[in-house]
């Protein structure tokens, strides 16, 4: 999906256990987001960057870190997992033409 | 904060019907407005964007409306085809923060 990637594409996870996802750009651009997706609710900005270093906190970001070390990577931390962050999660990088996004993350928590 | 609101869950056209999909935004702070299809396990596709100094802006069988008065977006979808079925998003921004907020989506069927 034009130099987006994700990883892993499905994870299940007990409750309590760390989990990270990671959303791999090969575009060098500037911004880039992380969205879950649930029933209902469409998409919902957990964090986003805008910069090495640089980032910034969405509508749902409790319970959630994030961390970019280099432009290409943005990586999406659970502390502690629960049964609410059931989801599929977005990375989304903005391009020239609107945003890309990837093709999701879908993330079990039991 | 920004809420997006759309008129109806779910559309069902016959194809090759005109589709129109309605979108209502609530921050007139918001000064670029994208459309997105999203197919069944997979992540949204950018369709069409619009800036806010254009009210209408026409792409390949789609055009996009901007009632920047009454904050509403449209989304029409010309001879409407079975492959045009998928949820659809609007996602306004406000440029300073550069952060798209999505609705629900709605769901478009096309009858055979």
Not at chain 1, 3 to 8: A, C, K, N, R
Not at chain 1, 32 to 40: A, H, N, S, V
Not at chain 2, 51 to 69: A, E, F, I, P, Y
Not at chain 2, 99 to 104: A, D, E, H, N, T
Request: proline fraction near 4%; include cysteine; charge should be neutral.
């Amino acid at each position: 999906d034009a130099g987006i990637t994700q990883s892993p594409r499905h994870k299940v996870t007990e409750t309590g256990t760390p989990v990270t996802l990671r959303c791999h750009q090969t575009e060098n651009h500037r911004y880039m987001y992380w969205y879950r997706q649930d029933p209902g609710h469409g998409l919902r900005l957990i964090h986003y960057s805008y910069g090495v270093k640089d980032t910034d906190k969405g509508e749902v970001s409790d319970g959630y870190s994030v961390s970019r070390s280099k432009t290409e990577d943005f990586l999406l931390t659970l502390e502690s997992a629960t049964s609410s962050q059931t989801s599929v999660y977005f990375c989304a990088i903005q391009g020239n033409y609107g945003y890309t996004f990837g093709s999701g993350t879908r993330l079990t928590v039991v | 904060g920004e809420s997006v609101g759309l008129h109806l869950p779910t559309l069902s056209v016959q194809e090759g019907d005109n589709s129109i999909i309605n979108c209502a935004y609530s921050n007139s702070a918001s000064d670029y407005f994208i459309w997105y299809k999203q197919e069944s396990g997979k992540g949204p596709q950018f369709i069409i964007d619009i800036r806010s100094n254009m009210d209408k802006r026409q792409g390949q069988r789609v055009t996009v409306l901007l009632n920047k008065t009454v904050k509403h977006l449209s989304l029409q979808i010309a001879a409407t085809q079975p492959g045009d079925s998928a949820v659809y998003f609007c996602a306004p921004r406000e440029d300073s923060s550069y952060k798209l907020i999505f609705g629900s989506g709605t769901r478009l069927l096309v009858r055979p």
